[in-house]
């Protein structure tokens, strides 16, 4: 049955791909000659580098400051810096010393580059024992960041929509879920579309590979792809994924015309009821919910449910940890840096008003997700095995798909409309030119 949803997030920045150049300023490793280690009591002052812009303008951020200072009297001042750009502003300033004493870590700091940039917080088997998805920012044994929040991977709904039309259940089959969207259609509860693609602002698309690994149950799907000439068979991840949104545009569930799409609107549409469903990370849960209450509706509307597909009768989500928050090298408060660092994740309630999950083993759930979390197994995705970790890229690359590129998806839902291609042929095109960037990269 579907459970009630509650509060807060907005999505955290993607991380650029894009190695980081390093200058002769920041070549050194280590911890720095003469600077503090991270041992001590908290005292002093530090700076907090931040991509939640909206956090430091609506005021959370200065209660934060106020709670921590409230445990460590001896900390003088918290300097919280918002960075509206914040990959690019980061990957610039740190090109010298200057860039905060905690930071979140950019994505374009590669992995044997962090002992350059960030102290080790701790041996990753150690940090492992109390923190979830810690290998993301770990390298040869030692962990250099610790994730804000967890998110897991699934579809955002109205819940009230769903309900008026008498579905109550979670459906656990693509062909399920389609004839849901079906039967909400028939109902004529969602006035705008049962399904909604946000075709034009075209980030979103991607929001659907969030279903990869889910499908079959496999945190090596990944891995396993680039050994496949055909991923976009029928039962893949990939085939259910796209062969999902190509049945739900061919079968007129989605919106009128997705080239008019609009993000900013559609929060407003899934949030009053206009839209039914929206395939979203469960960051975006806060997002809608906000939306429902400034349109006078209510966000208890706003829930969430599983990628339709089970394996052995059970549902799967990918989860992961969102940005990693390390300490600067140069930090000359390294002892400040560490506290806030724990006191975030473990005291100030951060996970839980973003609706995701705490960072910590033993952490709490957030109620909007309690529901969610006890009908789902989650997976992690594993790493690429050492030498690979660019293969997947180099095929994607070299096949002329680029799956991270928006166009693929869009090209899938223009076939859709027109009926130019079926979704069979689509798949083959796909297959075939995967294929040859196979060949192309192995030669």
């Known amino acids: 049955?579907?459970?009630?949803?509650?509060?807060?997030?907005?999505?955290?920045?993607?991380?650029?791909?894009?190695?980081?150049?390093?200058?002769?300023?920041?070549?050194?490793?280590?911890s720095g000659s003469g600077q503090q280690s991270a041992d001590g009591e908290p005292s002093g002052e530090i700076t907090v580098l931040t991509w939640r812009t909206d956090l430091v303008e609506d005021g959370t951020f200065d209660e934060y400051v106020e709670q921590f200072k409230q445990k460590y009297p001896d900390v003088t001042d918290v300097a919280v810096e918002a960075l509206t750009d914040y990959e690019g502003e980061v990957k610039t300033r740190m090109n010298t010393d200057e860039y905060g004493d905690v930071l979140a870590i950019p994505g374009s700091v590669t992995p044997d580059q962090y002992e350059q940039f960030f102290e080790p917080l701790g041996s990753q088997e150690e940090?492992?024992?109390?923190?979830?998805?810690?290998?993301?920012?770990?390298?040869?044994?030692?962990?250099?960041?610790?994730?804000?929040?967890?998110?897991?991977?699934?579809?955002?709904?109205?819940?009230?929509?769903?309900?008026?039309?008498?579905?109550?259940?979670?459906?656990?089959?693509?062909?399920?879920?389609?004839?849901?969207?079906?039967?909400?259609?028939?109902?004529?509860?969602?006035?705008?579309?049962?399904?909604?693609?946000n075709y034009k602002d075209g980030w979103p698309l991607s929001q659907w590979d969030g279903w990869l690994g889910a499908v079959t149950a496999n945190p090596d799907w990944k891995n396993e792809m680039v050994e496949s000439d055909e991923p976009w068979a029928e039962g893949t991840d990939y085939g259910v994924v796209d062969g999902t949104i190509y049945d739900a545009v061919a079968q007129e569930l989605v919106e009128a015309d997705p080239t008019t799409t609009n993000w900013e609107e559609s929060k407003r549409l899934l949030g009053?009821?206009?839209?039914?469903?929206?395939?979203?990370?469960?960051?975006?849960?806060?997002?809608?919910?906000?939306?429902?209450?400034?349109?006078?509706?209510?966000?208890?509307?706003?829930?969430?449910?599983?990628?339709?597909?089970?394996?052995?009768g059970?549902?799967?989500?990918?989860?992961?940890?969102?940005?990693?928050?390390?300490?600067?090298?140069?930090?000359?408060?390294?002892?400040?840096?560490?506290a806030w660092i724990d006191w975030f994740n473990e005291e100030s309630g951060y996970s839980e008003s973003q609706v995701g999950l705490s960072p910590l083993k033993d952490g709490p759930v957030p109620a909007a997700l309690q529901g969610f979390m006890e009908q789902?197994?989650?997976?992690?995705?594993?790493?690429?095995?050492?030498?690979?970790?660019?293969?997947?890229?180099?095929?994607?690359?070299?096949?002329?798909?680029?799956?991270?590129?928006?166009?693929?998806?869009?090209?899938?839902?223009?076939?859709?409309?027109?009926?130019?291609?079926?979704?069979?042929?689509?798949?083959?095109?796909?297959?075939?030119?995967?294929?040859?960037?196979?060949?192309?990269?192995?030669?």
């Open 127 to 197: 940090m492992a024992s109390t923190y979830s998805w810690i290998n993301d920012k770990s390298f040869e044994g030692q962990s250099y960041g610790i994730p804000v929040v967890g998110n897991v991977q699934g579809i955002v709904y109205n819940k009230r929509v769903w309900e008026e039309a008498g579905v109550t259940d979670f459906p656990t089959t693509p062909e399920e879920f389609l004839a849901d969207l079906q039967t909400i259609k028939d109902a004529g509860v969602a006035e705008v579309a049962p399904l909604y693609t």
């Open 1 to 30: 049955m579907f459970l009630p949803q509650r509060r807060a997030r907005v999505a955290a920045a993607s991380a650029a791909l894009t190695v980081l150049a390093l200058t002769a300023a920041c070549s050194g490793g280590g």
């Open 376 to 443: 789902v197994e989650l997976i992690t995705l594993n790493p690429a095995p050492e030498g690979q970790e660019s293969l997947f890229a180099d095929i994607d690359t070299a096949s002329g798909i680029v799956t991270t590129d928006p166009k693929f998806r869009q090209a899938t839902i223009d076939a859709a409309r027109s009926g130019a291609k079926t979704k069979q042929q689509i798949f083959d095109e796909l297959n075939t030119a995967w294929a040859e960037g196979r060949a192309e990269v192995g030669d």
């Open 314 to 338: 059970k549902f799967h989500a990918v989860a992961g940890g969102d940005y990693n928050l390390g300490i600067n090298v140069h930090s000359d408060n390294k002892v400040t840096a560490r």
């Open 272 to 312: 009053t009821g206009q839209v039914a469903t929206m395939v979203l990370g469960s960051w975006a849960i806060p997002q809608m919910q906000a939306a429902a209450e400034e349109a006078g509706a209510s966000a208890d509307d706003i829930a969430y449910m599983p990628v339709p597909v089970q394996v052995d």
